[in-house]
T-cell receptor
Protein backbone atom coordinates (compact mmCIF):
# COMPACT_ATOMS: atom_id res chain seq x y z
CA UNK A 1 0.00 0.00 0.00
CA UNK A 2 1.33 3.44 -0.89
CA UNK A 3 2.02 5.79 1.99
CA UNK A 4 -0.24 8.44 0.50
CA UNK A 5 -2.79 7.74 -2.22
CA UNK A 6 -4.90 10.01 -4.35
CA UNK A 7 -7.22 9.42 -7.26
CA UNK A 8 -5.31 10.95 -10.20
CA UNK A 9 -8.51 12.03 -11.94
CA UNK A 10 -9.04 14.04 -14.02
CA UNK A 11 -12.15 15.40 -12.41
CA UNK A 12 -14.01 17.37 -15.06
CA UNK A 13 -16.66 19.57 -13.47
CA UNK A 14 -18.76 22.47 -14.70
CA UNK A 15 -18.33 25.95 -13.30
CA UNK A 16 -20.28 26.39 -10.10
CA UNK A 17 -20.19 22.74 -9.17
CA UNK A 18 -18.99 21.34 -5.87
CA UNK A 19 -16.18 18.82 -6.03
CA UNK A 20 -14.43 16.79 -3.36
CA UNK A 21 -11.13 14.94 -3.32
CA UNK A 22 -9.93 12.38 -0.83
CA UNK A 23 -6.44 11.37 0.11
CA UNK A 24 -5.67 8.27 2.18
CA UNK A 25 -2.53 7.71 4.23
CA UNK A 26 -1.08 4.58 5.74
CA UNK A 27 0.89 5.80 8.78
CA UNK A 28 -1.56 6.22 11.62
CA UNK A 29 1.03 8.23 13.57
CA UNK A 30 1.11 10.99 10.95
CA UNK A 31 0.72 14.36 12.56
CA UNK A 32 0.31 17.10 10.00
CA UNK A 33 -1.64 17.33 6.80
CA UNK A 34 -1.76 19.88 4.02
CA UNK A 35 -3.27 20.49 0.62
CA UNK A 36 -1.15 22.03 -2.13
CA UNK A 37 -2.15 23.31 -5.51
CA UNK A 38 0.09 22.88 -8.54
CA UNK A 39 -0.58 24.65 -11.79
CA UNK A 40 0.79 23.23 -15.02
CA UNK A 41 4.56 23.65 -15.24
CA UNK A 42 4.69 25.50 -11.93
CA UNK A 43 5.83 24.71 -8.40
CA UNK A 44 3.37 23.39 -5.80
CA UNK A 45 1.94 26.09 -3.58
CA UNK A 46 0.46 25.63 -0.15
CA UNK A 47 -3.32 25.85 -0.34
CA UNK A 48 -4.29 25.12 3.23
CA UNK A 49 -3.46 23.16 6.33
CA UNK A 50 -5.82 20.44 7.52
CA UNK A 51 -6.81 20.56 11.15
CA UNK A 52 -8.45 17.85 13.19
CA UNK A 53 -11.54 19.96 13.69
CA UNK A 54 -11.80 20.76 10.01
CA UNK A 55 -11.15 24.16 8.56
CA UNK A 56 -12.55 26.41 5.91
CA UNK A 57 -11.00 29.10 3.73
CA UNK A 58 -13.55 30.76 1.50
CA UNK A 59 -14.85 28.16 -0.94
CA UNK A 60 -12.39 25.54 0.29
CA UNK A 61 -13.00 23.16 3.18
CA UNK A 62 -10.47 20.65 4.46
CA UNK A 63 -11.21 17.81 6.81
CA UNK A 64 -9.28 15.09 8.55
CA UNK A 65 -10.63 11.69 9.48
CA UNK A 66 -8.02 10.02 11.69
CA UNK A 67 -10.07 6.91 12.29
CA UNK A 68 -10.27 6.13 8.59
CA UNK A 69 -6.93 7.76 7.81
CA UNK A 70 -7.93 10.15 5.09
CA UNK A 71 -8.10 13.85 4.45
CA UNK A 72 -10.49 15.59 2.12
CA UNK A 73 -10.72 18.83 0.21
CA UNK A 74 -14.08 20.26 -0.80
CA UNK A 75 -14.32 23.06 -3.34
CA UNK A 76 -17.64 24.86 -3.63
CA UNK A 77 -18.78 27.02 -6.53
CA UNK A 78 -15.89 25.91 -8.74
CA UNK A 79 -14.20 28.57 -10.82
CA UNK A 80 -12.26 28.14 -14.04
CA UNK A 81 -9.21 29.31 -12.12
CA UNK A 82 -9.51 26.33 -9.78
CA UNK A 83 -8.28 24.08 -12.59
CA UNK A 84 -5.03 22.60 -11.32
CA UNK A 85 -3.59 19.51 -9.72
CA UNK A 86 -4.22 19.19 -5.99
CA UNK A 87 -1.59 17.41 -3.92
CA UNK A 88 -2.08 16.14 -0.43
CA UNK A 89 0.87 16.07 1.96
CA UNK A 90 1.28 14.00 5.08
CA UNK A 91 3.98 14.66 7.64
CA UNK A 92 5.30 12.32 10.28
CA UNK A 93 7.72 13.66 12.89
CA UNK A 94 9.19 10.98 15.05
CA UNK A 95 12.80 11.95 15.60
CA UNK A 96 13.01 12.96 11.95
CA UNK A 97 10.55 14.67 9.69
CA UNK A 98 9.16 12.54 6.90
CA UNK A 99 7.16 14.46 4.33
CA UNK A 100 5.15 12.44 1.82
CA UNK A 101 3.39 13.93 -1.16
CA UNK A 102 0.52 12.31 -2.96
CA UNK A 103 0.78 12.14 -6.73
CA UNK A 104 -2.07 14.61 -7.07
CA UNK A 105 -5.62 14.83 -8.35
CA UNK A 106 -6.19 16.80 -11.51
CA UNK A 107 -9.18 19.11 -11.60
CA UNK A 108 -10.51 20.65 -14.79
CA UNK A 109 -13.33 23.14 -14.40
CA UNK A 110 -15.29 23.46 -17.62
CA UNK A 111 -17.17 26.60 -18.75
CA UNK B 1 9.53 36.84 5.72
CA UNK B 2 11.18 33.76 4.30
CA UNK B 3 11.93 33.38 0.64
CA UNK B 4 13.46 30.65 -1.46
CA UNK B 5 15.37 31.26 -4.66
CA UNK B 6 16.22 28.66 -7.23
CA UNK B 7 18.08 29.06 -10.48
CA UNK B 8 18.26 28.78 -13.37
CA UNK B 9 14.60 28.62 -14.32
CA UNK B 10 15.29 26.73 -17.53
CA UNK B 11 18.29 24.74 -18.64
CA UNK B 12 19.08 22.78 -21.78
CA UNK B 13 22.11 20.54 -21.53
CA UNK B 14 23.69 17.87 -23.75
CA UNK B 15 24.00 14.29 -22.56
CA UNK B 16 27.22 13.80 -20.63
CA UNK B 17 27.58 17.40 -19.54
CA UNK B 18 27.81 18.44 -15.86
CA UNK B 19 25.02 20.04 -13.88
CA UNK B 20 24.83 22.48 -11.03
CA UNK B 21 21.54 23.83 -9.71
CA UNK B 22 21.52 26.19 -6.79
CA UNK B 23 18.93 26.96 -4.16
CA UNK B 24 19.10 29.51 -1.36
CA UNK B 25 16.72 30.35 1.44
CA UNK B 26 16.49 33.72 3.14
CA UNK B 27 14.81 34.86 6.31
CA UNK B 28 15.30 31.75 8.40
CA UNK B 29 18.10 29.72 9.90
CA UNK B 30 18.79 26.00 9.98
CA UNK B 31 16.01 25.02 7.60
CA UNK B 32 15.47 21.51 6.31
CA UNK B 33 16.22 21.56 2.59
CA UNK B 34 14.95 19.25 -0.12
CA UNK B 35 15.50 18.50 -3.79
CA UNK B 36 12.64 16.93 -5.74
CA UNK B 37 12.26 15.89 -9.35
CA UNK B 38 8.98 15.78 -11.16
CA UNK B 39 8.81 14.03 -14.51
CA UNK B 40 6.16 15.23 -16.96
CA UNK B 41 2.70 14.29 -15.71
CA UNK B 42 4.10 12.52 -12.65
CA UNK B 43 4.28 13.08 -8.92
CA UNK B 44 7.12 14.54 -6.89
CA UNK B 45 10.10 12.29 -6.32
CA UNK B 46 12.27 13.18 -3.35
CA UNK B 47 15.93 13.08 -4.36
CA UNK B 48 17.83 14.50 -1.38
CA UNK B 49 17.17 16.20 1.90
CA UNK B 50 19.38 17.92 4.43
CA UNK B 51 18.77 18.84 8.05
CA UNK B 52 22.02 20.77 8.46
CA UNK B 53 25.28 21.95 6.93
CA UNK B 54 27.19 19.10 5.34
CA UNK B 55 24.43 16.60 6.07
CA UNK B 56 22.83 14.98 3.03
CA UNK B 57 20.43 12.06 2.83
CA UNK B 58 19.71 10.42 -0.49
CA UNK B 59 16.36 8.85 -1.18
CA UNK B 60 17.03 7.14 -4.48
CA UNK B 61 20.19 5.89 -6.19
CA UNK B 62 21.10 7.99 -9.19
CA UNK B 63 23.91 9.85 -10.88
CA UNK B 64 23.02 13.05 -9.04
CA UNK B 65 24.56 14.39 -5.85
CA UNK B 66 23.74 17.19 -3.45
CA UNK B 67 25.74 19.41 -1.17
CA UNK B 68 24.99 21.93 1.52
CA UNK B 69 28.06 24.15 1.88
CA UNK B 70 26.22 26.79 3.89
CA UNK B 71 23.22 26.79 6.19
CA UNK B 72 20.81 28.18 3.62
CA UNK B 73 22.38 26.92 0.40
CA UNK B 74 21.58 23.64 -1.29
CA UNK B 75 23.20 22.52 -4.53
CA UNK B 76 22.23 19.70 -6.87
CA UNK B 77 24.99 18.40 -9.13
CA UNK B 78 25.85 15.80 -11.66
CA UNK B 79 29.16 14.98 -13.33
CA UNK B 80 27.53 13.47 -16.43
CA UNK B 81 23.89 14.01 -17.27
CA UNK B 82 21.73 11.24 -18.72
CA UNK B 83 18.67 11.61 -20.92
CA UNK B 84 16.61 10.30 -18.01
CA UNK B 85 17.66 13.27 -15.89
CA UNK B 86 15.25 15.51 -17.77
CA UNK B 87 12.52 16.89 -15.60
CA UNK B 88 11.31 19.64 -13.36
CA UNK B 89 13.60 20.09 -10.35
CA UNK B 90 12.21 21.70 -7.26
CA UNK B 91 13.96 22.90 -4.14
CA UNK B 92 11.95 23.21 -0.94
CA UNK B 93 12.46 24.15 2.68
CA UNK B 94 10.70 23.66 5.96
CA UNK B 95 11.35 23.72 9.67
CA UNK B 96 11.10 20.57 11.72
CA UNK B 97 7.97 20.45 13.77
CA UNK B 98 5.36 19.45 11.20
CA UNK B 99 5.48 22.68 9.27
CA UNK B 100 4.56 22.78 5.57
CA UNK B 101 7.18 22.93 2.86
CA UNK B 102 7.66 25.92 0.61
CA UNK B 103 8.98 25.52 -2.89
CA UNK B 104 11.22 27.48 -5.17
CA UNK B 105 10.04 28.29 -8.68
CA UNK B 106 11.72 25.19 -10.06
CA UNK B 107 14.22 24.48 -12.84
CA UNK B 108 13.03 22.86 -16.02
CA UNK B 109 15.91 20.72 -17.26
CA UNK B 110 15.97 19.31 -20.77
CA UNK B 111 18.68 16.91 -21.83
CA UNK B 112 19.44 16.65 -25.54
Amino acid sequence: RKEVEQDPGPFNVPEGATVAFNCTYSNSASQSFFWYRQDCRKEPKLLMSVYSSGNEDGRFTAQLNRASQYISLLIRDSKLSDSATYLCVVIYSGGYQKVTFGTGTKLQVIP
Amino acid sequence: SQTIHQWPATLVQPVGSPLSLECTVEGTSNPNLYWYRQAAGRGLQLLFYSVGIGQISSEVPQNLSASRPQDRQFILSSKKLLLSDSGFYLCAWDKTGTQPQHFGDGTRLSIL
